[in-house]
């Protein structure tokens, strides 16, 4: 929806000529919407600089929000939708900041008056139902980013490369491996085992409920993958259960040792390496 010449002169106008009136009587109306979860200060100034961008495309002509000459009207309100995105407003608090702007106007053309007031507030309100759009169309594209990159850093949380001796590695995962989180694995993996230079990595899935063809699988990769960096690699955490369903299946590790806990794939990579290890003897009673 694209105002007119003499539309976009008389909004530019009618808004221009009470700059304080219309920015105070804006942020009163959002205020109510927002329950006091923002600052007046911070308030005032994005209806202010949304107030401005209106005037200043206004000046320039048609007032469309498609069009070049409105870059600093999507501007402002892209502003406020990364803004509101971050600071964890929804959708609808982020939009009504915008739609407040039609109470206002119907103020204003009302008291001016004039043969023109009811197309021209029409106008104006369709202007503002396309702006509303804009922001959250805006908004929604922030918070998938930010829900992307958050799960990013999830992924990143939940699959730690710790050091467990010199030369030693080891990758605990705890939960389902799918294709997304087995590719963060191997990056980190390989990634730690070209910042220590360690010659061992244990990857333990003591944590994983259950493996299947499609699991086992990216294990392997992951595993041929350190093998090509120079390191070997051991699996641990192989459960009773866990090895019946990988005989069933028919998956084979090849020659790739297995351990059935954590602390027996220490133990040997540990003598691999040279290293004496002993068993603690369980205490007799006396």
Not at 23 to 39: A, C, F
């Amino acid at each position: 929806m694209a105002l007119s010449t003499e539309e976009s002169g008389r909004l530019a106008a009618l808004l221009s000529g009470q700059d304080e009136r219309v920015t105070t009587r804006w942020t009163e109306i959002v205020t109510r919407s927002l329950r006091g979860r923002l600052s007046q200060a911070e308030l005032r100034r994005q209806v202010q600089d949304l107030h401005h961008a209106i005037v200043a495309t206004g000046d320039k002509g048609t007032i469309d929000l498609s069009a070049e000459s409105a870059g600093e009207l999507r501007a402002a309100l892209s502003e406020l939708s990364r803004g509101r995105a971050r600071q964890g407003f929804s959708a609808t608090e982020t939009t009504i900041s915008v739609f407040a702007l039609k109470d206002v106007l119907a103020e204003l053309v009302q008291e001016a008056g004039g043969p023109n007031a009811l197309q021209d507030y029409v106008a104006f309100s369709k202007l503002v139902d396309e702006m509303g759009l804009f922001t959250f169309e805006s908004f929604v594209r922030t918070r998938e980013s930010l829900i992307a990159d958050q799960a990013e850093q999830l992924l990143e949380l939940s699959t730690p490369v710790v050091k467990l001796w010199e030369g030693v590695v080891a990758v605990p995962l705890v939960g389902t491996l799918d294709s997304a989180r087995a590719q963060v694995v191997m990056e980190r993996l390989l990634q730690t085992l070209v910042d220590t230079g360690s010659p061992y990595a244990i990857i333990d899935i003591t944590g994983v409920p259950a493996v299947d063809t499609q699991v086992a699988q990216h294990i392997l990769k992951t595993v041929v993958a350190a093998r090509l960096m120079g390191a070997d690699c051991i699996i641990s955490g192989i459960r009773p259960q866990i090895a019946q369903t990988i005989v069933a299946l028919g998956i084979e590790f090849g020659d790739i040792a297995t351990k059935a806990s954590l602390a027996d794939a220490l133990r040997h990579v540990l003598r691999l390496s040279g290293v004496e290890t002993a068993r603690r003897q369980p205490r007799r009673g006396v």
